[in-house]
């Protein structure tokens, strides 16, 4: 069965830093591509910052250029986004999503198919 489990949330103060993880199971995670979205209350959901399943090609948002860092773990079938100051327009909460993919990656949220269950994350003002 094919999961993805968010960690890494939490309270944190803004200018502070964050790691959310992305653990994957049930499938070859080698040979998929892995995003990262945020939904805020009241607000649809964005793509933050995707991963390639071949050359770790990445793709950042704009607002968080500079500031986010995407990367992944193969041998432990991890995705990890360090987030550094961070913002209180960074309160979401934090998704990662996968889709089976040669090449490259999206931030497109219609792109993929498996999600997990999301994490908190709340930055003050």
């Known amino acids: 069965q094919l999961e993805l489990v968010e960690s890494g949330g939490g309270l944190v103060q803004p200018g502070g830093s964050l790691r959310l993880s992305c653990l994957a199971s049930g499938f070859n995670f080698d040979y998929y591509a892995i995003g990262w979205f945020r939904q805020a209350p009241g607000k649809e959901r964005e793509g933050v910052s995707c991963?390639?399943?071949?050359?770790?090609?990445?793709i950042y948002e704009d607002s968080v250029k500079g500031r986010f860092t995407i990367s992944r773990d193969n041998a432990k079938n991890m995705v990890y986004l360090q987030m550094n100051s961070l913002k209180p327009e960074d309160t979401a909460v934090y998704y990662c999503a996968a889709v089976a993919r040669s090449r490259g990656c999206l931030i497109a949220a219609l792109e993929y198919l498996y999600w997990g269950q999301g994490t908190q994350v709340t930055v003050p003002s």
């Open positions: 991963i390639s399943s071949s050359d770790d090609s990445t």
